[in-house]
């Protein structure tokens, strides 16, 4: 029995239900009550405070690279790794890509600023109920702002940061001209990690006006959908 840990907004969160979509695993859902996490009640489950993670049988594993990797190990149907050595290399640097500057860009432009922060604030309130919305806007706004000042995207002029995703959704695009998956010739890890980043971007409209401007990048997220669709987005 696989037990996900989860916040529902995250887009780490996202590229794990996909890969357990894609491999077939049933699980079920437990919703991380943030103001919990402080105190520890999490502690068994993720030693550092965040998530996903998953308990599969007692055996408890976070960080959706490694998740990935575990399922992959326990469960080789269906694997998200490519077969080939190089291109298993490729798609974990395309992961990395995903998870430690796609994930940057999202955070800052759709919880950083406040026009696109409105239409995700719902999300975050389901998890969040005994926040009063105001409260929470803010707290968002503050607390994402430091981190990517602190991180340093968030130092950039707005201008720049647009740019900046302009310049990735092209570079999404050039990867995928001729075809149908970023590494090799089927599905792999790469594709649930960057569609899972690239659905949180999308809530911002800087983002969405990028993705009409590319020609392969729909088509691809339609693709990787059918195949390992996420359940919560459905
Ligand atoms: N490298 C981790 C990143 C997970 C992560 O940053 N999760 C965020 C939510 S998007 C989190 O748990 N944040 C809570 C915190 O930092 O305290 C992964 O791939 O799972």
Redesign the pocket.
């Known amino acids: 029995m696989i037990t996900l840990y989860q916040?529902a907004?995250?887009?780490?969160?996202e590229?794990?239900r996909r890969a357990l979509a894609y491999k077939q695993l049933p699980y079920t859902v437990h919703e991380?009550e943030?103001a919990a996490?402080?105190a520890g009640k999490y502690a068994a489950i993720?030693a550092?405070?965040?998530?996903?993670?998953i308990d599969h049988d007692g055996t408890v594993v976070?960080?959706?690279?490694?998740?990935l990797d575990y399922l992959d190990k326990v469960f080789p149907e269906r694997p998200v790794a490519p077969d080939q050595s190089r291109d298993a290399a490729l798609a974990h640097a395309i992961e990395e890509w995903a998870?430690?500057s796609l994930?940057f860009y999202e955070?800052t432009i759709r919880l950083a600023w406040p026009h696109n922060l409105d239409g995700a604030l719902e999300e975050f309130a389901a998890s969040m109920s005994h926040v009063p919305r105001d409260q929470l806007r803010g707290m968002i706004l503050e607390g994402v702002k430091a981190?990517t000042t602190t991180q340093g995207i968030g130092r950039k002029p707005v201008e720049q940061i647009i740019a900046d995703v302009e310049r990735q959704f092209q570079a999404l695009d050039r990867m995928l001209d001729g075809r149908d998956w970023l590494v090799g010739e089927r599905l792999s890890r790469a594709e649930l990690s960057v569609i899972a980043q690239v659905n949180a971007l999308l809530y911002a409209q800087e983002a969405r006006a990028a993705l009409d401007r590319t020609r392969n990048v729909k088509a691809w997220m339609t693709r990787v959908d059918a195949m390992a669709p996420d359940a919560q987005r459905q």
Do not use: N
Not at 9 to 13: A, L, M
Not at 62 to 67: A, E, K, N, R, Y
């Open positions: 916040f907004t995250s887009p780490f969160t590229k794990v991380v943030r996490v402080p993720s550092t405070g965040k998530f996903p993670a976070w960080d959706s690279t490694d998740i998870d430690e994930y955070m981190l």
